[in-house]
T-cell receptor
Framework: GAGVSQSPSNKVTEKGKDVELRCDPI?????LYWYRQSLGQGLEFLIY????????KSGLPSDRFSAERTGGSVSTLTIQRTQQEDSAVYLC?????????????????FGNGTRLTVT | GQQVMQIPQYQHVQEGEDFTTYCNSS?????IQWYKQRPGGHPVFLIQ?????EVKKQKRLTFQFGEAKKNSSLHITATQTTDVGTYFC???????FGAGTRLTVKP
């Protein structure tokens, strides 16, 4: 079946503009994660959606960042008034089971990411 | 979120040498997952460890979960150039990732 799809694959924007990044998770996956990865760096957790529960927004770096997940499927990450330090690859991942309190977590399936460049 | 330390940050080896990366936590983990990210690619799931003292093998890769479930290791025997990439651990339900270990292999 189709994997996690992210769009656009590349986005160049001017400082101060708003951007929207989209993630289509694997069908049926209830958990969705957003990460940010700067060049040569690790994965910085941004936000996590699980089913109909309130999202875990603890990783969002500022109030310029927000995310929605409509109908438990597609997610949009919005960055307002972009800054040059926002330049990075934004990765989305989904999984079929997470946060249930058990020891087991389903593996994350990542999209190819959106490379954001703020000029 | 859960804080995990991953070491080393970088490792350069000669092809055929062994490689080990470690993931350490100050608190007990419910589970740990390992991922590999090839240069220019996205992270790909390798394995999950859940039980205390668990050891799992995938060909030349050996994964261990400590008895206290506070640390884990990934060991590669006789590295090959195809092993190049960054290896990440991710922990617990919130899937926070370690900083990763970047492996380069000299042919």
């Amino acid at each position: 079946g189709a994997g996690v799809s992210q769009s656009p694959s590349n986005k160049v924007t001017e400082k101060g503009k708003d951007v929207e990044l989209r993630c289509d998770p694997i069908s049926g996956h209830t958990a969705l994660y957003w990460y940010r990865q700067s060049l040569g760096q690790g994965l910085e957790f941004l936000i996590y959606f699980q089913g109909n529960s309130a999202p875990d927004k603890s990783g969002l770096p500022s109030d310029r960042f927000s995310a929605e997940r409509t109908g438990g499927s597609v997610s949009t990450l919005t960055i307002q008034r972009t800054q040059q330090e926002d330049s990075a690859v934004y990765l989305c991942a989904s999984s079929s089971l997470a946060g249930t309190g058990s020891s087991y977590n389903s593996p994350l399936h990542f999209g190819n990411g959106t490379r954001l460049t703020v000029t | 979120g859960q804080q995990v330390m991953q070491i080393p940050q970088y490792q350069h080896v000669q092809e055929g040498e062994d490689f080990t990366t470690y993931c350490n936590s100050s608190t007990t983990l419910s589970n740990i997952q390992w991922y590999k990210q090839r240069p220019g690619g996205h992270p790909v799931f390798l394995i999950q460890l859940v039980k205390s003292g668990e050891v799992k093998k995938q060909k030349r890769l050996t994964f261990q979960f400590g008895e206290a479930k506070k640390n884990s290791s990934l060991h590669i025997t006789a590295t090959q150039t195809t092993d190049v990439g960054t290896y990440f651990c991710a922990v617990n339900n919130d899937m926070r990732f370690g900083a990763g270990t970047r492996l380069t292999v000299k042919p």
